[in-house]
């Protein structure tokens, strides 16, 4: 097996030892996991029952502009068995899977094609119409005497901050909520959940006091 760090560092090992080792990289980007390197240099022959594992860590970036917002967020996560015994392969198979579904995460819904569409028409454009009706007061005395133009522009530019406010806080979460994360990490995302968690909450609660309490 194989692990990679982020920052290019790779140690190599041939049994579970390798994760305990001191010289493991602190922030573990892929773990790469095959029969095959040993068999052959042992055998110099490829074994007719062969596996490839490939578990990706990777985080996508804050503000991912190489990827489409509404595309699912890129992981590189795999697994390849060929044999000649089914019984191999599906045990193998079902080890992989076994132990995916046992530790997979809650958050797989937030990476999948089109969330950030169904929260931009769900979530961002109720916020975006709310701010517009919240700076009302402002745009009308300090705009609407001007032109009415001018204090339409005023609104279109307040709902647009608030898309683009929504398009940020959106990669934020996903950077902050990794699909596949590995625990020792020691990642600083665990720290930012908390600082998600008071953006979310003091919007909500600004929402809430607004319609309660106006």
Request: glycine share 6%; net charge neutral; aromatic share 16%.
């Amino acid at each position: 097996m194989t692990i990679a760090g982020r920052a290019g560092e790779s140690l190599y090992g041939e049994d579970v030892s390798v994760f305990s080792s001191p010289n493991k990289p602190d922030k573990v980007a892929s773990v790469y996991m095959t029969n095959t390197t040993a068999y052959q240099g042992f055998a110099n022959v490829k074994p007719f029952n062969a596996f490839e594992l490939n578990l990706d860590f990777s985080k996508p970036p804050l503000m991912d502009a190489a990827n489409p917002v509404s595309a699912p967020t890129k992981n590189v996560s795999n697994l390849t068995v060929q044999g000649d015994r089914e019984s191999w392969v599906a045990a193998i198979a079902d080890a992989v899977f076994g132990i995916a579904d046992k530790r997979k995460t809650r958050r797989g819904w937030l990476h999948r094609a089109f969330a950030y569409d169904i929260g931009l028409w769900c979530f961002a454009f109720p916020f975006a119409f709310y701010l517009c009706w919240r700076t009302s007061p402002f745009i009308t005395a300090h705009f609407q005497p001007l032109h009415t133009f001018v204090a339409a522009a005023g609104y279109m530019y307040v709902f647009v901050i608030a898309v683009w406010a929504y398009r940020a806080l959106f990669g934020y979460t996903k950077w902050a909520f990794p699909t596949v994360e590995l625990s020792d990490n020691h990642d600083a995302s665990v720290q930012h959940r908390a600082v998600w968690g008071a953006i979310i909450l003091a919007v909500v609660a600004n929402v809430l006091s607004a319609i309660f309490w106006h």
